[in-house]
């Protein structure tokens, strides 16, 4: 019997992961943490042979940071990343860490069990694309890079300056960018589309590179 450790913070999906677990021959529950920065002592205390690794948890920490860590420390042990965030920067991410694998959580037990069994067995199984999320009128696949860029900026910061300043740009910049994504997804106001944007899971993390002027 293999040994899974869940790393998720979310007890609807960490039951949900449980119940496979449970419901497979091949594994059985190590344990279920909270937190990605623990999975490492976890794994130094405990047989381990599969991670199951969320990428947000509490206290901010992230699970591909932790992958990372532990695929230097303990590269036996397979992890597969699992996320509900449509997030296209993920998998590159995942795959740098050196992810064995990488599950959306919406997919269904059995292709979970899939992924499990096709990774202990050496393959390395990842999206070929994350999911299109709609949003409004849109979907996330039309949206443009600078587009994502910006609402990324604008999911973290509080005002057109702070946006400008994480992307190293104007706030005019940003302000055009703002005004395509609402003729786009056809949300009347700012806070509209950021509260959807919310909901849908879609844009977490920083950008990786700043706009330009010309973007």
Known sequence: MKQVLIVEDQKMAQENMEAIIGSS???????????????ELFCMRAGVDLILMDVCTVRDENGIDACAVIKKKFPQIKVIIVTSMAEHTFLERAKAAQADSFW?????HGELLSVM?????????????????????????????????????????????????MLGCTKANIRWHLGKLLDKTGYRTRMELL???ASKNLIIVS???ALTEND
């Open 25 to 39: 021959e091949n594994y059985t529950l190590a344990g279920v943490i909270a937190n990605a920065a623990d999975a």
């Open 104 to 108: 959306y959580k919406d997919a269904s």
């Open 117 to 165: 069994d096709r990774t202990m067995a050496g393959e390395h199984i990842f999206p070929d694309k994350t999911p299109e999320v709609r949003l409004g009128l849109t979907t996330s696949y039309e949206l443009t890079q600078p587009e994502l860029d910006v609402l990324r900026a604008l999911m973290q910061s509080t005002s057109d300056e702070d946006a400008a300043n």
């Open 195 to 197: 509260i959807a944007v």
């Open 207 to 209: 950008p990786d590179k």
